[in-house]
């Protein structure tokens, strides 16, 4: 799950780099730099809860889509096939969600 997050975060990084580097050429203790600041960093928190609340959504899905299997049991027991699986799928949504942020991240700087 880590590694889902740190793809996000990798794309919402380019934009608080943007936001710090705009913060600086008009000051970064005015008010301006601040609310640059600000946004960015509220921007970066908000594409690590989106990206742990669509990974969880995709995990749900996932474990309605396989209602046989217990994926966390599977686990449990050493069945890599399925760690292999829910990896997947997680790097997946992840990607996805990246697309997503880095989008986001252009329209507001």
Do not use: C, P, W
């Amino acid at each position: 799950m880590f590694i889902a997050i740190a793809i996000v975060v990798q794309s919402g990084i380019s934009g608080l780099s943007a936001g710090i580097s705009s913060a600086l050429s008009v000051g970064i203790l005015s008010v301006d730099g601040i609310i640059a600041i600000t946004t960015v960093l509220l921007q970066l928190i908000l594409e690590i809860a989106f990206a742990m609340i669509a990974i969880y959504l995709a995990l749900m899905v996932l474990d309605h889509l396989t209602r046989g299997i217990n994926e966390f049991q599977e686990i449990g027991k050493g069945n890599v096939v399925v760690a292999l699986e829910m990896a997947g799928v997680i790097i997946a949504v992840a990607m996805i969600i990246k697309s997503g942020v880095m989008g986001i991240t252009a329209a507001l700087i």
